[in-house]
């Protein structure tokens, strides 16, 4: 990025007021004077050697204006060996500040340079000690009108804070230690104010599974419960939200944030070792903290990213050719109405944001084709070829019509790191505001701004970035702007344009989510095509498609999440676990095994029984059992037969399946369910029918049995005729009763048996017998009867 005092003849601002502080002028003389100062045998800058470590823990005004007082508080310790006596905390004015990458030098300084460090304030301005004993960190506060910094023209000055005094080794006054940050000093409104835009994200890692609970509820499950604590009071996104809510900023949210939560309000289980879930407990944080959300995000702009934030380098470098771009379509269709319904405000999907504003010609593309016009980069890979003097606007054209949102790197990049230090923290804020207000004095030309700070701040991030927002927002020379305003600003004639050719940052590109991870490849165990083919495969024959589409369309968003970067393992252990799920219930629709089936005969007929173990029913499913050998079995006369199957759900369905045989013997066959489309579903179910036929012998003795059976009858109807003749003619005798109680009992037990309805058969009998053992009792309307016992045989 140019800098403006890099360009001979250029000033940072108009010199109005530069002659108002003359001391200003005499910077040069305190430098060669302290220089000229130093005891014998003392070096000028000796790196790492101050024994005093000296932190700034407060500065407040960040930046003050005319008629304020600067306190600055802090510790002082001694890292030494030896206690300093006569010691003393003062505070040094140093050099106007012209450019940014001066401003970058000085905050790498670490030691004492004499002369380079400034004056010191002194006077009354001064906190001492008697004595610093080794390794106790002593408190002090320093308070000092502005007017008596002799502060000169608009800008940046470096403000030292050291500690002085001396040790029984080196018994003369000299420098201990020093610590330097940054006063921005604007006391009047700029000719032109910088319009700074903020992007305040509120994005989170993966916590939804594909899985949910059983029943029509579908009770959905965490992977753990870590968002209830992210949201709870005191975590990381209830900070962003109570601070966001202060801040003119633009959110930034990932819907899959959202339907989270929203989910958390109703029951929800956790994810536990053993593949059981126990209950959620963050009912009500989720409740109140989308309720502040709702009312904090009211009048605001909100950019709705993707859903479940996917990873657009590693789709256009490794999934691009698979299915990543579809998927990313429909993350992009579905955050639009994600947000809707929970946040009640309409937010804009033309924006798209690759990980720290990275680009190349392919991440563009990718971006761009599934919806946004406008992508958010960042000036360390949108790098200016130095023609301009000044840091150009935000929005340049790159092309195809879309719009490269330019993010600062230096701002976006100044609350990286531990912020939970309070040295650390005032010296991220006050070189924040430092740069911005260097930016601003460039040129008199008003130019946009944009910050795009990490993807998942901190707390303590979250604070120092708040803290500094607050600051600018309040400051003489930056005015807020929205994202969408932004993007509209006319751009720079001379600002880059060009996209870089290759990605060209090494440690993004390792952090990429493998090919593997979007399609299976030898070793890999799941991947996101394999995944879909599943679920499509699975949706042809349900008849409420939703209740997997969803689900599992929004996890496999979530295989693609930013949030996986620098995780592989976890990324691994996702994915697999949302493909083991889906087929897990893919296999709730299966076949029944069957044992040995027995045909005695030519032609019977055999159950085979689909098994829906699915809350709802399925249909579009084709049953086709085929013969292994159709020149001795034949189905349905055919070398298989197929059936249409449809089964309620929890239910299932026996379909019989005529055969015929022409020989004796086993002879396997096998069952397999189709879809629709002719997709085989789920796993075949082999099993033998052996067949066994009528010998020769056997028709004679069945033929001679009935024959006897005839001859009986006709004895019986003799002797019954004979019977009733004499009973006639004995009719006065008085022995009818006893005649007719002794023929009814031989008409009972005469074969053995009890007598049937008229009409019924042994073989009407038997082909109620017809399903097998290893066949349930269907509990839907069955084409055949009940489970028949162990070697049933099938009778014609």
Known sequence: MAEAADFPGLT??????????????????????????????????????????????????SAPTDGDTVTVSGTVTNKGKRAVSDAHVDLRVGQLLTTRSGI???????????????????????????KLTPGVAQPFTIS???????????????????????TSAEPYERVLGIKRTFLPWQPEEADTRTRTTYLWPLISTVHMTAETGPGEQQTPVFLNDD?????????????????????????????????????????????????TSTPGTGQAVAKQWLAELQDAVEGKEVVALPFADPDLASIAHNGRNVTGLSHLKSATDVAATTVETILHVTPSTDFAWPVNGALDPSIVKIATSAGADKVIARSDSLKETGELPYTPSAARPIGGGTTAVVADTRLSTAFQGDMTNAGRSTLAVQKFLATSLTTTLQTDKQRTVVVAPQRMPSASQAQTMAEAITALQNSNWSQPQELTATADTKPDPGATTKVPSAYSNPALASQQLPASAFTTTPGSQSSIAGTQSILDKFKIILTDKTRVETPFGRAINREMSTSWRGEPAAADSFRNGVESYLKDLTEQVKLIKKSETKLSGGSATIPVTVQNNLVQPVENLVLRVTSTNPTRLKIGGNDYQEKPVSVSGGHSQSVKFTTSSNANGPIQVIAQLYTKDGQKYGDAVPFDVRVTEFTA???????????????????????????AARRSEEAGNGHEDETTDENAGADENHDGTESRPQGESDAAVRADATEQPSDPTPNTAPESAGPSGTGERVDR
């Open 12 to 61: 940072p601002s108009p010199a109005r007021r530069w002659l108002r502080r003359a001391g200003v002028l005499l910077t040069g003389a305190p430098l060669l004077a302290g220089l000229l100062q130093l005891p014998a045998g003392q070096p000028a800058y000796a790196a790492g050697s101050d024994p005093v470590v000296v932190s700034i823990d407060s500065l407040t005004p």
């Open 104 to 130: 970058d030098d000085v905050a790498a300084r670490t030691d004492y340079v004499s002369g380079a460090d400034g004056t010191e304030v002194g006077g009354k301005y001064v906190e001492k000690f008697s």
């Open 227 to 275: 968002l209830a604590a992210e949201i709870s009071p005191g975590g990381r996104l209830e900070q962003m939200l109570s601070l966001g809510k202060e801040l003119d900023v633009t959110w930034v949210i990932d819907p899959d944030l959202l339907a989270s939560v929203d989910a958390m309000i109703g029951s929800y289980g956790v994810q536990g070792a053993d593949d």
């Open 697 to 723: 012998m056997a028709m004679l003795v069945i033929g001679g049995g009935f024959l006897l059976l005839v001859l009986a009858g006709l004895r019986m109807y003799t002797q019954r005729k004979r019977a």
């Open 144 to 166: 000092v009108p502005v007017d008596k910094l002799d502060l000169g023209q608009d800008g940046v000055y470096e403000l030292g804070v050291s500690l002085s005094g001396e």
